[in-house]
């Protein structure tokens, strides 16, 4: 899990292009490609390689996942390098539209990814039902092994396309929880939220049902006049209870297990990455920054300003450089963000104030995933007489 220095020290380099386009020359479009280039993708990229370009297709009732026409711009640098790239995500625990692969294609087609858009064909990495997937080997404090879609494992190099957003688990989602929770499988899933046994807030509870909807382990019923119940002997830990309530009436019990959660998401990030740290690229798009995860069938208004785009050979420095882009903006008022409005103030912190997205990057950094320490390069547009 460890990486050579040398790798580190060139990953460290983060990219940025900044959301504004002033002419079809610096257009969002073109900015990825030119992001493309800068960061050296090619390299990661050999004659014929199978590339897995792992994204999200959003959740059914969700519009903040990221726009095809941006992902398509990926797959044609992929080809121009002479890889062949395919759209990849793994199954979903919870009982939304994509816990198999049938829903989960049809998801991603609804929203947009087809072959005719996106350029690429698409494969669910962890099968039919979330049983295929490769035991990756790890040294980690909570796993020995992790559960990885098997797309992933058996691809030569990995893309990762991740949009940028609030989480209620793990403060922000961005490219460690897209490679750890976003490339394990159904079970492995399971196994990194085992933790989380969530609390029920009677006076809180409209006893509207979705958590029992969305409940994967049917632990939940509804007590009429008293509110949901969940059972903990079949409570699976998966948090996805937490994600549906839109009333706050389901909870954490919040003691150690967010520290818990993100360590293992960040295990399971080492095993997805394992054998690919030198043919692996992370692109964040710091934009229509939701306040919580694109697994919710809704999107909620931006908390912040769009940022742009951010790429490195790190997943690490790129995350922490998107949490501090995100941080310096002057949050959005009227959105979810009820405090630290302010450059400089923690939007993340204030949005799920129980979690700490520093303890995702703590842990990945003293893993060896990668390093917090970075160089930002903002990329420039050139036009005759300007510069941009």
């Given at each position: 899990m460890q990486r050579g220095k040398e790798w580190i020290d060139i990953s460290a380099k983060v990219y940025l292009a900044e959301r504004r386009s002033f002419s079809a020359r610096d257009n969002l479009v073109q900015k990825v490609?030119?992001?493309?280039?800068?960061?050296?993708?090619?390299?990661?990229?050999?004659?014929?390689?199978?590339?897995?370009?792992?994204?999200?297709?959003?959740?059914?009732?969700?519009?903040?996942?990221?726009?095809?026409?941006?992902?398509?711009?990926?797959?044609?640098?992929?080809?121009?390098?002479?890889?062949?790239?395919?759209?990849?995500?793994?199954?979903?625990?919870?009982?939304?539209?994509?816990s198999n692969a049938v829903d989960h294609l049809e998801t991603a087609l609804?929203?947009?990814?087809?072959?005719?858009?996106?350029?690429?064909?698409?494969?669910?990495?962890?099968?039919?039902?979330?049983?295929?997937?490769?035991?990756?080997?790890?040294?980690?404090?909570?796993?020995?092994?992790?559960?990885?879609?098997?797309?992933?494992?058996?691809?030569?190099?990995?893309?990762?396309?991740?949009?940028?957003?609030?989480?209620?688990?793990?403060?922000?989602?961005?490219?460690?929880?897209?490679?750890?929770?976003?490339?394990?499988?159904?079970?492995?899933?399971q196994s990194m939220h085992s933790v989380l046994k969530p609390a029920i807030k009677e006076d809180r509870c409209r006893l509207c049902g979705t958590c029992v909807q969305w409940c994967p382990a049917?632990?939940?019923?509804?007590?009429?006049?008293?509110?949901?119940?969940?059972?903990?002997?079949?409570?699976?830990?998966?948090?996805?209870?937490?994600?549906?309530?839109?009333?706050?009436?389901?909870?954490?019990?919040?003691?150690?297990?967010?520290?818990?959660?993100?360590?293992?998401?960040?295990?399971?990030?080492?095993?997805?990455?394992?054998?690919?740290?030198?043919?692996?690229?992370?692109?964040?798009?710091?934009?229509?920054?939701?306040?919580?995860?694109?697994?919710?069938?809704?999107?909620?208004?931006p908390v912040v300003p769009d940022v742009g785009i951010a790429v490195s050979r790190d997943p690490v420095a790129v995350d922490q450089a998107s949490a501090d882009l995100v941080n310096g903006q002057a949050g959005i008022r009227g959105s979810a963000l009820q405090s630290n409005f302010e450059p400089g103030e923690d939007k993340f912190g204030a949005l799920h104030p129980a979690t700490d997205y520093r303890a995702k990057l703590a842990y990945a950094a003293a893993i060896g995933l990668g390093t917090r320490d970075y160089e930002l390069i903002k990329i420039t547009f050139k036009e005759p007489g300007k510069e941009r």
């Open positions: 490609g030119k992001l493309f280039d800068e960061v050296g993708a090619a390299a990661a990229i050999e004659k014929n390689a199978l590339v897995a370009v792992k994204t999200h297709f959003g959740e059914r009732g969700g519009t903040a996942y990221l726009h095809p026409v941006l992902v398509r711009q990926v797959v044609e640098k992929i080809k121009e390098a002479g890889g062949k790239p395919f759209l990849c995500d793994t199954n979903t625990l919870y009982a939304g539209g994509r609804r929203h947009g990814f087809s072959y005719a858009t996106a350029g690429a064909p698409l494969v669910i990495a962890d099968g039919l039902r979330g049983r295929s997937y490769h035991e990756v080997p790890i040294k980690g404090k909570h796993f020995q092994s992790a559960r990885i879609g098997s797309a992933v494992v058996e691809a030569d190099a990995l893309i990762v396309l991740s949009h940028v957003k609030g989480h209620m688990l793990t403060g922000f989602g961005g490219a460690l929880k897209n490679l750890g929770m976003g490339c394990g499988n159904r079970a492995g899933k049917g632990a939940l019923t509804l007590r009429k006049g008293k509110g949901a119940e969940i059972n903990l002997q079949k409570c699976s830990g998966c948090g996805e209870c937490i994600i549906s309530c839109t009333y706050g009436a389901v909870q954490v019990r919040w003691q150690s297990e967010m520290k818990d959660v993100v360590e293992r998401i960040v295990e399971y990030a080492a095993g997805a990455l394992q054998g690919k740290e030198e043919k692996a690229v992370f692109f964040n798009f710091i934009l229509d920054l939701a306040p919580d995860c694109d697994c919710c069938s809704w999107s909620d208004s």
